[in-house]
């Protein structure tokens, strides 16, 4: 018999503010008693100025140790900050080394939370051309849903069949599944998409924190995903449950 599964594999960028990147991540895993093994793609340096580097880290490098952490432990994998067609690429070669049926969360990080870009749109659409079709769980919130599937951001602020259209794209793309976050929309409660390819689209609601922020909460979010989808969780559980962490992670101020 297997044994269950005792850590989440973790690729994704350093923030040397501490505020998001692995180091969240890992504070995700660890809170559902699951190890953290955390490899890092970019050394960023961010802070009151925003992003000032990105540092990105030898594709080759991070990917040989990734393959060496991937065991029979790791319950799910799960993609932050991959800053470039090279770390893309290597992403995608990992995915494909992934035992059948294991999760993998892939959270498109493409602009920091002050607005800074990690990757410009050439990119983001090569980045799409090499894991949309790898059977990847992607977590955009809607400005990247929106840049990933070339949509005006207003309608999906306001509009919910919208957003389910678009991530009806993502899924015909190759996607195994797409939650889209609803937190920059204009609805109260806030409503995140679950949309796994066959079957029916699911609406995870959570209260709307008004006048509250953190940085960080889609690294949380879809390591907290990713941790409980190791545990056994179904998708649409284990979505509602870290959309609820996230927010109480933000009504708590971290």
């Given at each position: 018999?297997?044994?269950?599964?005792?850590?989440?594999?973790?690729?994704?960028?350093?923030?040397?503010?501490?505020?998001?990147?692995?180091?969240?991540?890992?504070?995700?895993?660890?809170?559902?008693?699951?190890?953290?093994?955390?490899?890092?793609?970019?050394?960023?340096?961010?802070?009151?100025?925003?992003?000032?580097?990105?540092?990105?880290?030898?594709?080759?490098?991070?990917?040989?140790?990734?393959?060496?952490?991937?065991?029979?432990?790791?319950?799910?994998?799960?993609?932050?900050?991959?800053?470039?067609?090279?770390?893309?690429?290597?992403?995608?070669s990992?995915?494909?080394?992934?035992?059948?049926?294991?999760?993998?969360?892939?959270?498109?990080?493409?602009?920091?939370s002050?607005?800074?870009?990690?990757?410009?749109?050439?990119?983001?659409?090569?980045?799409?051309?090499?894991?949309?079709?790898?059977?990847?769980?992607?977590?955009?919130?809607?400005?990247?849903?929106?840049?990933?599937?070339?949509?005006?951001?207003?309608?999906l602020?306001?509009?919910?069949?919208?957003?389910?259209?678009?991530?009806?794209?993502l899924?015909?793309?190759?996607a195994r599944?797409?939650?889209?976050?609803?937190g920059?929309g204009?609805?109260?409660?806030?409503?995140?998409l679950?949309?796994?390819?066959?079957?029916?689209?699911?609406?995870?609601?959570?209260?709307r924190?008004?006048?509250?922020?953190l940085?960080?909460?889609?690294?949380?979010?879809?390591?907290s995903?990713?941790?409980?989808?190791?545990?056994?969780?179904?998708?649409?559980?284990?979505?509602?449950?870290?959309?609820?962490?996230?927010?109480?992670?933000?009504?708590?101020?971290?």
């Amino acid at each position: 018999m297997n044994e269950p599964a005792r850590a989440v594999l973790v690729i994704g960028g350093h923030d040397s503010s501490g505020q998001a990147g692995v180091e969240v991540d890992r504070s995700a895993v660890e809170s559902l008693d699951l190890e953290a093994r955390v490899v890092v793609s970019a050394w960023t340096q961010q802070g009151s100025m925003g992003v000032t580097e990105i540092g990105a880290v030898d594709p080759s490098l991070w990917l040989a140790e990734a393959l060496s952490l991937l065991d029979e432990q790791v319950g799910a994998v799960k993609f932050g900050l991959l800053p470039g067609l090279a770390a893309a690429r290597a992403a995608g070669s990992l995915m494909q080394e992934v035992a059948p049926g294991l999760p993998v969360v892939l959270d498109p990080v493409i602009a920091a939370s002050s607005g800074e870009r990690f990757l410009d749109h050439a990119i983001v659409e090569g980045y799409c051309e090499q894991l949309l079709s790898l059977g990847a769980i992607w977590t955009p919130n809607l400005p990247e849903l929106a840049e990933l599937c070339d949509v005006d951001l207003g309608l999906l602020e306001s509009d919910l069949e919208a957003r389910s259209a678009a991530a009806e794209r993502l899924v015909a793309a190759g996607a195994r599944a797409v939650l889209v976050k609803g937190g920059h929309g204009v609805e109260s409660p806030v409503q995140d998409l679950v949309l796994e390819r066959g079957v029916r689209p699911y609406w995870s609601r959570r209260e709307r924190l008004e006048g509250r922020s953190l940085r960080g909460t889609g690294c949380r979010y879809a390591s907290s995903l990713a941790g409980r989808l190791a545990l056994g969780f179904s998708l649409p559980q284990a979505a509602q449950e870290a959309g609820e962490w996230v927010a109480g992670c933000i009504e708590r101020g971290g």
